[in-house]
């Protein structure tokens, strides 16, 4: 078992998941077919198990092969991580890149800049997978994760790429209907959509005046009806009129400027969610990494206020 794994199968076996199909393999690596297969095929020979199902029409990967996958892209990474670090890599940044974000903003930001990422670095491949809550830090999943707010692992770092303030709004209709709160505790009267997201207390709103030793903070325990854990739909329910919403300022600035919502209690703040771009220590120095993260930076740039 000493040659169970051998150096050139991660790297094939990376391009065969990515491909999902021994055809598609086949055409990325530039051999035939039956080359892929009989590669694969001793590939598990040599393991001992079974790491793709194959049938005539698809392949998937089993729980084995997903656990080879997970670690092969890994070994890959930290291999071009070493390259970077050493110079020895090329000067083009290239390699896997995986990115997470969360779903809304993911949805519409992050995803329409990786498709222009992806035009001008052809050989960097960029997995993206959104998310509701973010995954842990200390877990080795994703190279980039997109997140609000600083994180407070020292182990990584946190490049700050936009800001982002969190307004309270509701639809003019909510309001005609059922009044302007004046003061925060006046939002204990009102029905307010619930987001559960993360790891804040869902329904405690913070909300502050004045500056410096003048800072009062009221955190206004919040009720309604209504509550999911997508932004998206909480926006359309406060379009519907259905209560006021907290959400972030990049979400509903359109629906702002059109008066489809009306910002709520404008002289009180909430506590900032600032984007961040967060990646461990060890991949400061690889190319794909850096380009991303300035790429994603320069893209927010003229939002800086």
Request: hydrophobic share 40%; with cysteine.
């Amino acid at each position: 078992m000493a040659d169970a794994i051998q150096p050139a199968d991660l790297g094939f076996f990376s391009a065969l998941a990515s491909a999902g199909s021994l055809s598609a393999a086949a055409r990325e690596l530039g051999i035939t077919t039956p080359a892929v297969s009989k590669h694969l095929a001793l590939m598990e020979a040599r393991v001992g198990i079974l790491l793709v199902n194959r049938t005539t029409r698809r392949m998937s990967l089993t729980p084995e092969g997903e656990l080879y996958l997970a670690h092969a892209r890994r070994i890959l990474g930290e291999i071009q991580d070493m390259e970077d670090l050493l110079g020895v890599s090329k000067s083009t940044p290239q390699g896997l890149l995986r990115v997470n974000a969360t779903l809304g903003f993911g949805r519409s930001h992050i995803a329409p800049l990786i498709s222009r990422f992806a035009r001008q670095y052809p050989q960097v491949e960029v997995q993206l997978q959104l998310s509701v809550n973010p995954p842990p830090l200390t877990e080795d999943t994703f190279d980039v994760c997109i997140r609000f707010g600083a994180p407070p692992d020292a182990r990584v770092i946190a490049r700050r790429i936009a800001p982002n303030r969190r307004l309270l709004c509701a639809s003019p209709a909510y309001l005609q209907q059922h009044g302007t709160p004046k003061v925060p505790h006046d939002l204990t009267q009102h029905q307010c959509i619930g987001i559960r997201q993360g790891d804040e207390a869902y329904g405690l709103w913070r909300l502050s005046t004045g500056r410096g030793a003048k800072l009062q903070t009221e955190a206004i325990k919040t009720r309604g009806n209504l509550s999911t854990n997508d932004g998206e739909i909480a926006v359309n329910w406060a379009l519907d009129g259905h209560g006021i919403l907290l959400r972030a300022e990049w979400d509903i600035q359109r629906y702002l400027d059109s008066g489809r919502l009306v910002e709520v209690l404008p002289g009180y703040s909430t506590p900032d969610a600032d984007i961040h771009a967060v990646y461990p220590q060890r991949h400061q120095s690889a190319a794909r990494v850096r380009s991303f993260v300035d790429f994603v930076a320069q893209a927010f740039q003229p939002q800086r206020g």
